[in-house]
C-alpha cells in the first residue's frame, strides 16, 4: 500500500515537475568521467565478465575493510560482504531473521518497513527525538526483540542524527541485552562538519553495519555491503548465493579500480560535502521565506530536511501540489501504521539551486488557498 502511493504519484510526474519527493543525488556531481575511464580500463579483461565469489571481490573488500580501519574500526576483508545496494543487505539479513519481532525508530525508512513486513518481522517503533531514538522506550523493547534498525547517522526521513552519548547508550543496551543491532550508514559520508563515530564500532560482535556507494559515487552501480563479524555473516552467505550468486561483478570491478586512487575519491567526497551543504543552506532560506510556518530541524549532513505543517493533512496536500507539478513526500509515509500526519520530507540535494527556489514558491501558493 505504501509502496504504491509514492508510485501513484511518481507515475502522475512529467518533465516539468520538480521533485523533493524522492532521495536522489545530485547527478551533476557523479563522477561519470572517472568511472567511464574505470570502466574502459576494466574491461580490457575478460575475467571482468567471469562469474566472481558470491561475498564480493577481494580488492574491493580490502579497500573497504580500509575504510572501517582508518576510522579505528579494525576489520578484515572476511568481515565484508558486498551486496547490491545496503536495500539487499537489509533483505538477506531479514530474510535469514524472519518470523522476529524488530525494535525501529518512529518514522523510520520506507525501504527497510517494507523489507521487514515481506519477511514477517515485526516492528516495534520508538519514537525518534532529535538527539536520536527514545532511550527508555528503546531499553524496554530491546528486551524483548533482542534485535534493532536504526539509521543513525542523518536519518531517512527525518534527517536527524544521533548525540554521542545515545550512541554510547545503545551500545551498552545492546551488549547488556545480548542483541543484535542493523546499523544503516548511507548517509555517514555526507556529514556537513563532522564525522560520528559508527555504534557498530564498539559492538562488533552484535551489529551488522551496512554501507553503500550509492550516495557517494551514484546509485546505478547498486554496489553495498554489510561489516559483520564472521560468525554473523557466515549464515548469510547462503541467502546472497540463491538470491543472486554474487553482486554485479563489472560494477564491482569498476568501483574497484575507481577506488585505486584515493586521494580522487576523497576529493570528490569533500566536493559533495560541501556542495550538499550549500544547497542545504538555500533550501532553508528559502524554506523559511516561503513556508514560515514549517518547523524542522536543521539536518547536520545527509539529503534531508523533515518537519511539520502545522494541521495541515499532508497526503492531501500532495495531491493539490501533484496538480501544480511540484512534489514531496508527505509524513505519512514512513510510519507503519495509517496515522494521518502534517508531517513532509523535502529532498535538497537532486533538485537545480533555480528549482528549489520555484518549487517552493510554488506550494506557498497552493497552501495559501489549500
Ligand atoms: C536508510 C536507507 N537505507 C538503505 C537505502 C538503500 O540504498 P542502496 O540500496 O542504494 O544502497 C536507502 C536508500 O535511499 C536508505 O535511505
Given at each position: 500500500m505504501?509502496?504504491?502511493f509514492?508510485?501513484?504519484i511518481?507515475?502522475?510526474?512529467?518533465?516539468?515537475?520538480?521533485?523533493?519527493?524522492?532521495?536522489?543525488p545530485?547527478?551533476?556531481?557523479?563522477?561519470?568521467a572517472?568511472?567511464q575511464?574505470?570502466?574502459?580500463?576494466?574491461l580490457?579483461?575478460?575475467?571482468t565478465?567471469?562469474?566472481t565469489?558470491s561475498?564480493?571481490i577481494?580488492?574491493?573488500?580490502?579497500?573497504?575493510a580500509?575504510f572501517?580501519?582508518?576510522?579505528?574500526f579494525p576489520?578484515?576483508?572476511?568481515?565484508?560482504?558486498?551486496?547490491s545496494?545496503?536495500?539487499?543487505?537489509?533483505?538477506?539479513?531479514?530474510?535469514y531473521?524472519?518470523?522476529?519481532?524488530?525494535t525501529?525508530?518512529?518514522p523510520?525508512?520506507?525501504?527497510a518497513?517494507?523489507?521487514?513486513?515481506?519477511?514477517?518481522?515485526?516492528q516495534?517503533s520508538?519514537?525518534?527525538?532529535d538527539?536520536g531514538?527514545?532511550?527508555?522506550?528503546?531499553?524496554s523493547?530491546i528486551?524483548?526483540t533482542k534485535?534493532?534498525?536504526?539509521?543513525?547517522?542523518?536519518?531517512?526521513?527525518t534527517?536527524k542524527?544521533?548525540?554521542?552519548?545515545k550512541?554510547?547508550?545503545?551500545a551498552t543496551m545492546?551488549k547488556?541485552?545480548?542483541?543484535?543491532?542493523i546499523?544503516?550508514s548511507p548517509?555517514?559520508?555526507?556529514y556537513?562538519?563532522?564525522r560520528n563515530?559508527m555504534?557498530?564500532?564498539?559492538i562488533?560482535?552484535n551489529?551488522f553495519?551496512?554501507?553503500?556507494?550509492?550516495k557517494?559515487?551514484a546509485?546505478?552501480?547498486r554496489?553495498g555491503?554489510?561489516?559483520?563479524?564472521?560468525?554473523?555473516l557466515?549464515?548469510?552467505?547462503?541467502?546472497?548465493?540463491?538470491?543472486d550468486?554474487?553482486?554485479?561483478?563489472?560494477?564491482q570491478?569498476i568501483?574497484?579500480?575507481?577506488l585505486?586512487?584515493m586521494d580522487k575519491?576523497k576529493r570528490?567526497?569533500?566536493?559533495i560535502?560541501?556542495?550538499?551543504k550549500?544547497k542545504?543552506?538555500i533550501?532553508k532560506?528559502q524554506l523559511?521565506?516561503?513556508l514560515?510556518t514549517?518547523?524542522?530541524?536543521?539536518?547536520k549532513g545527509?539529503m534531508?530536511?523533515?518537519?511539520?505543517l502545522p494541521?495541515?493533512?499532508?497526503?492531501?496536500?500532495i495531491?493539490e501540489?501533484?496538480?501544480?507539478?511540484v512534489?514531496?513526500?508527505?509524513?505519512s509515509?514512513?510510519y507503519s501504521?495509517?496515522?494521518?500526519?502534517?508531517?513532509?520530507?523535502?529532498n535538497?540535494?537532486?533538485t537545480?539551486?533555480?528549482d528549489?527556489?520555484k518549487?517552493?514558491?510554488?506550494?506557498?501558493?497552493?497552501?495559501?488557498?489549500?
Amino acid at each position: 500500500m505504501k509502496r504504491s502511493f509514492i508510485r501513484e504519484i511518481l507515475e502522475h510526474t512529467n518533465n516539468n515537475t520538480i521533485s523533493f519527493a524522492g532521495g536522489l543525488p545530485d547527478q551533476s556531481l557523479f563522477p561519470t568521467a572517472d568511472l567511464q575511464q574505470s570502466a574502459n580500463r576494466v574491461l580490457k579483461h575478460n575475467a571482468t565478465l567471469q562469474y566472481t565469489k558470491s561475498t564480493g571481490i577481494d580488492s574491493l573488500k580490502e579497500k573497504i575493510a580500509q575504510f572501517y580501519c582508518e576510522e579505528g574500526f579494525p576489520t578484515k576483508p572476511d568481515n565484508i560482504m558486498i551486496t547490491s545496494g545496503s536495500q539487499q543487505a537489509l533483505d538477506i539479513i531479514s530474510r535469514y531473521n524472519n518470523n522476529k519481532t524488530i525494535t525501529i525508530e518512529s518514522p523510520s525508512y520506507l525501504g527497510a518497513i517494507n523489507v521487514f513486513n515481506l519477511n514477517n518481522i515485526k516492528q516495534k517503533s520508538i519514537i525518534l527525538e532529535d538527539d536520536g531514538i527514545n532511550l527508555k522506550g528503546f531499553k524496554s523493547s530491546i528486551k524483548d526483540t533482542k534485535f534493532s534498525y536504526l539509521i543513525p547517522d542523518f536519518q531517512n526521513p527525518t534527517g536527524k542524527t544521533y548525540s554521542k552519548e545515545k550512541r554510547e547508550q545503545i551500545a551498552t543496551m545492546i551488549k547488556e541485552n545480548d542483541a543484535i543491532l542493523i546499523e544503516d550508514s548511507p548517509y555517514s559520508e555526507l556529514y556537513f562538519d563532522t564525522r560520528n563515530t559508527m555504534i557498530s564500532s564498539t559492538i562488533p560482535n552484535n551489529s551488522f553495519h551496512l554501507g553503500s556507494f550509492s550516495k557517494t559515487l551514484a546509485p546505478s552501480l547498486r554496489i553495498g555491503w554489510i561489516r559483520a563479524s564472521k560468525e554473523l555473516l557466515e549464515p548469510l552467505i547462503s541467502y546472497k548465493e540463491a538470491m543472486d550468486l554474487h553482486t554485479n561483478g563489472l560494477s564491482q570491478y569498476i568501483v574497484d579500480d575507481y577506488l585505486n586512487d584515493m586521494d580522487k575519491y576523497k576529493r570528490h567526497l569533500e566536493v559533495i560535502r560541501e556542495q550538499y551543504k550549500i544547497k542545504m543552506l538555500i533550501f532553508k532560506e528559502q524554506l523559511d521565506h516561503y513556508l514560515p510556518t514549517f518547523e524542522y530541524c536543521e539536518p547536520k549532513g545527509g539529503m534531508f530536511i523533515y518537519g511539520k505543517l502545522p494541521n495541515i493533512d499532508t497526503s492531501s496536500f500532495i495531491r493539490e501540489c501533484l496538480k501544480h507539478e511540484v512534489i514531496f513526500v508527505p509524513g505519512s509515509e514512513f510510519y507503519s501504521d495509517d496515522s494521518v500526519s502534517d508531517e513532509i520530507r523535502f529532498n535538497f540535494t537532486h533538485t537545480s539551486i533555480q528549482d528549489i527556489k520555484k518549487g517552493l514558491a510554488k506550494i506557498a501558493k497552493i497552501l495559501k488557498t489549500f
